[in-house]
């Protein structure tokens, strides 16, 4: 590792950068919620990422997503690993510029610790969640439900089941419109879920 990295990390929770260095995570969508997580994980120490998400960025994603006018028409995995690398220069990614499928989930993340679930669509939202468990019943899936609107900061928060672990209100939708605050709230929710996560079982190693 080089001095440089050394010296971003310097600030982290003793213990931690070594034991997040080792992982991977797995971030299925690079919207909202997978661009604002895989910020603060990448800030956290965490040291590969594999992200999937077959869009394009587009002007009114900059109201809530990691991205800056430059990065409109670009592939989001694209711009998202370009604004990464420039925080943590030796981070390992793992990009995947394509629409994700159940049938993909087991061979995409195979090297992933735990999941990042970001999708929009509940439907999807279901759909992984059950490829996941069922590919990788001993691992964690950290899911976003319910984060649109704004305000109502108290009605946030984390409900675990088993290896699934939900962020959010669990009620409100998208047609209440997306706001920055709220939206960033449960991207780092689930970040911080995440990095809880690998700190716990790193430290359980040997």
């Not at 499928?101 to 990042?116: K, N």
């Not at 704004?150 to 009620?171: K, W």
Request: proline content about 3%.
């Amino acid at each position: 590792r080089s001095m440089e990295e050394d010296t971003i990390f310097e600030r982290n929770v003793p213990g931690t950068t070594a034991i997040l260095r080792r992982a991977v995570v797995g971030i299925a969508g690079c919207g909202g919620i997978g661009s604002n997580a895989a910020v603060s994980l990448v800030r956290a120490g965490v040291g590969g990422l594999i992200l999937v998400d077959h869009d394009r960025v587009e002007a009114s994603n900059l109201n809530r997503q990691h991205f800056f006018g430059e990065d409109v028409g670009r592939p989001k995995v694209e711009a998202l690993a370009d604004r990464l690398r420039s925080i943590a220069p030796g981070l390992r990614l793992d990009l995947h510029d394509a629409e994700l499928s159940p049938a993909g989930v087991p061979a995409i993340f195979a090297e992933a610790d735990l999941l990042v679930e970001a999708f929009d669509r509940a439907e999807a939202k279901r759909w992984l969640i059950e490829a996941w468990c069922a590919a990788f019943p001993d691992r964690h899936i950290v899911v976003g439900s319910g984060l649109a609107g704004l305000g109502r900061t108290g009605a946030l928060r984390v409900h675990s089941s088993g290896r699934i672990h939900v962020c959010g209100d669990e009620e409100s939708d998208m047609s209440m419109g997306l706001c920055a605050p709220r939206v960033a709230i449960v991207a780092n929710m689930q970040a911080n879920v995440a990095v809880e996560i690998l700190v716990g079982e790193g430290k359980g190693e040997g």
